[in-house]
């Protein structure tokens, strides 16, 4: 296993869910104004759809790293798993907000 690959495992939920408040915050910004509110919500399913698909691509790479590797990559990579499953948590609780209130 790569340091990329073990960088990836270990940051990269955080990171998705940081960009995905940060698209979020972005699409209802520019969205309430122009946008109907059906239009908005799609937008935002699909941004947390692809946020959530990195999430999940980087809480796979952290597993197999836990399994893989040996000494302190192991341990950075469990922590990875950790992260990654707080990361996708988040991002699929805040993709479920849209349903649940009024977008603008």
Do not use: K, N
Not at 23 to 29: E, I, N
Not at 71 to 81: F, I
Not at 83 to 100: E, N, Q, S
């Amino acid at each position: 296993m790569s340091v990329g690959a073990l960088g990836f495992g270990i940051l990269g939920g955080s990171v998705a869910w940081a960009a995905h408040l940060l698209a979020s915050y972005f699409a209802v910004g520019a969205g309430c104004g122009d946008l109907g509110e059906d239009v908005l919500r799609a937008l935002l399913v699909a941004v947390t759809a692809g946020t959530g698909l990195i999430a999940a691509i980087s809480l796979a790479v952290a597993q197999r790293a836990a399994r893989v590797t040996a000494t302190w990559r192991r341990s950075l990579a469990r922590a990875g798993v950790l992260l990654d499953a707080l990361g996708l948590f988040g991002i699929a609780l805040g993709g479920t907000l849209p349903f649940a209130l009024r977008t603008c």
